[in-house]
């Protein structure tokens, strides 16, 4: 069945640093990809998406480009904030939602 | 607009207990879909409702998770009795269109957190 897998974390990053969580992708059909984002206290958040091969979903400075020849939709921003600690769910929907196990992402001043 | 609200946010109740969680979704989604995080692993699909119909229970652990949809607007979901693996976060979600619009997207809650103990 359609599966998603993503990096493991703990990820820790100095401010200004560049990011990138890595997320590979199973699926029968053509799947929609998203990036979902839960702050400290907070839910998930959708963060970017991409419907189709060769989109590039942007948001935030977070940009995430959907290869179907590699099945990946890596997540990165050039230049991290304390602001982006968080958890990061890579996730996809064919009929039906799977996601990653999630990233945790914590960035130090 | 108000989006996906979830109650309570946190909950702890000894095994053997009754908990009722509830969602509200975006005014005029006719798609909830209910889902779990146990233990830091991935968040898995329990359960989907179109109005107040289950289209959806494939993902329901077991006969101890009951879930409704009265009237096709909030819904809870209620584990009876619940056993210490129940223990993790609750997320609802909707959305407009539903399963099968793979373009659709699904907004989250801020989910419950559930502690067996």
């Known amino acids: 069945g359609d599966s998603v897998t993503q990096m493991e974390g703990p990820v820790t990053l100095s401010e200004e640093a560049f990011l990138t969580i890595n997320c590979t992708y199973t699926a029968t059909g053509y799947p929609s990809l998203f990036w979902y984002v839960q702050y400290p206290g907070e839910g998930l958040q959708l963060l970017l998406k991409a419907t189709k091969a060769d989109d590039k979903g942007s948001n935030k400075g977070f940009e995430a480009t959907y290869r179907k020849e590699t099945t990946s939709f890596h997540l990165e921003k050039g230049s991290v904030q304390v602001s982006d600690s968080a958890v990061y769910f890579c996730a996809l929907r064919d009929n039906d939602m799977r996601f990653g196990a999630g990233t945790r992402l914590t960035v130090k001043p | 607009e108000a989006g996906v609200t979830q109650f309570p946010s946190h909950s702890v109740i000894e095994k053997g207990q009754t908990v009722t969680l509830r969602c509200d979704p975006i005014s005029g989604h006719d798609n909830l879909y209910w889902y779990r995080r146990v233990m830091g692993k991935e968040i898995k699909f329990l359960l989907h409702f179109v109005k107040e119909s289950k289209q959806d229970e494939s993902g329901m652990p077991n006969n101890r998770f009951l879930a409704e949809r009265t009237g096709g607007t909030y819904s809870t979901l209620k584990v009876q009795p619940a056993e210490l693996e129940d223990s993790g976060v609750y997320f609802c979600?909707?959305?407009?269109?539903?399963?099968?619009?793979?373009?659709?997207?699904?907004?989250f809650g801020p989910g419950t957190r559930l502690t067996v103990l």
């Open positions: 979600a909707s959305s407009q269109r539903g399963r099968g619009q793979s373009t659709d997207t699904q907004y």
